[in-house]
């Protein structure tokens, strides 16, 4: 098990239930989307960021 506390933008989307494509988008829009951090030219998602999204995502009806 990979105990990273970052993941690709690959593996991120695969976390969430995503295509990268989508959250390549949302980035380049910049109003969407999870946190995401950038080391070097690298784009990472913190697991942390990610569960918060999905968190702050949930819909009651």
């Known amino acids: 098990m990979n105990t990273t506390p ?11 239930g995503l295509s990268p494509t989508t959250l390549s988008r949302w980035r380049s829009c910049g109003d969407r989307g999870p946190a995401f ?7 990472r998602y913190a697991r ?3 569960d918060a999204y999905a ?5 009651r009806r």
Request: glycine share 12%.
């Open 6 to 16: 970052f993941l690709t933008e690959a593996a991120a989307a695969e976390y969430l």
């Open 37 to 43: 951090r950038k080391f070097g030219g690298a784009v």
């Open 55 to 59: 968190d702050g995502a949930e819909v």
């Open 48 to 50: 942390i960021d990610l």
